[in-house]
């Protein structure tokens, strides 16, 4: 093992020591030492997110976190949006977009220089985060994966203004960069610190949840990522054999983490003929890009990305809804503790669910343990093409697994279950639930 590494994290945690006083004193300008002060005039239950994507984004996380906040008054979170992309329309949520930051490219890159570039981008940002923080007056942050500078910068901030802070892990912070080698290195860095600090981890699923928990000593909270809407039927409606054409639809985002599946997908039709099979893809990916990997051919249909009202109008109006992930060994990690943010959407909209993905991932398990989807874990597109004649042919078997998948809609995936659990991981009350009980109070009383 080489020298250098030991040192390298050495002076990272040197780095953020540094960090959180020079933070502190830039942002309060008071004795840095002393009891613990909170954010002065900090409103109780007001908190900060801060994330790459934020909405009215399509990203699958800038959705979730759509719905999470959808369900609080909308002055009771600031979003901080860490990638410059400033929302097209108008945020129901206060959203501060940060500026650009020096040697923003370096952050994959090996070396020395590179590493001390990251460490001064963590240490800018966590102080604009600070910034921010003192300024809206607010009582916790809430800190997103998908971009390596976001925990720890957001770290940095907590503890300079000793504030709560909740790590959201819609996916494993160390495994998502395991193919770029430097910054794998350095996540695995930040993550004892960030972990340390944190008041609670939120994970979207129990597979991510006990991978997490080995690093972080104890046990992070699970939050489902919820369905769009909470309306959520008791029982599916009656079902019959489906007929010609057999439409097969999938929202969201074809990237290399399914574009085997959906290869695979495509080839089974061959088998299909008599059921005119088409697959309805709603996607922001460029048609010819997505033509390079092999997604093209008879029966599929490119739509460009839709709201998520308009995708829950398209899943309903399906015969079957598609999920898929790679075999690839290079995303093996991020695949199996990978929850899709439209698992909620798919489970609520009363059409049967046929997923492609490896076995030992959690959306296979989570679908055979609960009975609510038709799972394939192979590459396969023969034993697809029968899973797709069964869905298709048998009323009996799409009505229990519709049955069950609306069961779990209404447990585990309305958003106010999930956004209650954001807000005990935080410590605070929602403003609505408050208002809720005072009407009850009221009422008892008169």
Request: hydrophobic share 50%; proline share 6%.
């Amino acid at each position: 093992m080489s020298t250098a590494a030991p040192a390298e994290a050495t002076v990272s945690r040197l780095a953020v020591a540094i960090a959180v006083v020079v933070i502190r004193v830039a942002t309060s300008g008071r004795w840095l030492f002393g009891r613990r002060r909170e954010v002065e005039g900090a409103a109780h239950d007001r908190f900060a997110v801060v994330s790459h994507a934020v909405p009215p984004m399509w990203s699958g996380q800038a959705m979730v976190l759509e719905r999470l906040l959808g369900m609080l008054p909308a002055e009771q979170a600031v979003v901080i949006a860490t990638a410059r992309a400033a929302p097209a329309d108008s945020p129901r949520n206060t959203t501060v977009v940060l500026p650009s930051e020096p040697w923003e490219a370096r952050w994959s890159q090996p070396g020395w220089w590179a590493t001390l570039t990251v460490l001064y981008r963590c240490v800018l940002r966590g102080w604009r985060i600070a910034q921010i923080l003192r300024r809206e007056r607010c009582g916790g942050v809430v800190a997103c994966t998908g971009d390596l500078i976001d925990l720890p910068a957001s770290m940095l901030a907590c503890r300079a203004l000793r504030l709560p802070l909740v790590a959201y892990y819609f996916d494993d912070y160390v495994a998502q960069w395991s193919w770029a080698p430097a910054a794998f290195a350095r996540s695995r860095r930040f993550e004892p610190m960030i972990l340390q600090t944190a008041r609670q981890v939120l994970v979207p699923n129990e597979r991510l949840a006990a991978r997490v928990a080995q690093r972080f000593g104890r046990q992070p909270m699970v939050i489902r990522n919820p369905a769009w809407t909470d309306e959520v039927p008791m029982r599916p409606q009656a079902m019959e054999a489906r007929t010609a054409p057999c439409r097969i639809v999938y929202t969201g985002a074809v990237y290399h983490v399914n574009y085997a599946a959906f290869r695979c997908l495509i080839a089974s039709f061959a088998a299909l003929v008599d059921l005119q099979p088409e697959l309805h893809i709603y996607t922001a990916q460029d048609p010819a890009q997505l033509a390079e990997e092999g997604i093209q051919g008879p029966g599929v249909h490119l739509f460009s990305h839709v709201d998520p009202g308009e995708a829950w109008a398209r899943q309903r109006e399906a015969g079957i809804v598609f999920m898929g992930f790679a075999f690839d060994d290079r995303v093996a990690a991020i695949v199996q503790t990978s929850a899709p943010g439209k698992l909620g959407d798919y489970l609520a909209s009363g059409v049967p669910i046929l997923a492609v993905a490896p076995s030992g991932s959690f959306l296979i398990d989570y679908l055979r343990e609960h009975a609510c989807g038709e799972v394939i874990e192979t590459l396969d597109p023969h034993a697809v093409a029968q899973a797709i004649r069964r869905l298709a042919g048998d009323a009996g078997h799409r009505q229990a697994l519709v049955t069950n998948a609306l069961a779990c809609a209404r447990r585990e995936f309305a958003a106010s279950v999930a956004v209650t659990t954001l807000l005990n991981a935080l410590g605070l009350e929602s403003r609505t639930a408050q208002r809720h009980e005072a009407i009850e109070e009221g009422a008892e009383k008169t």
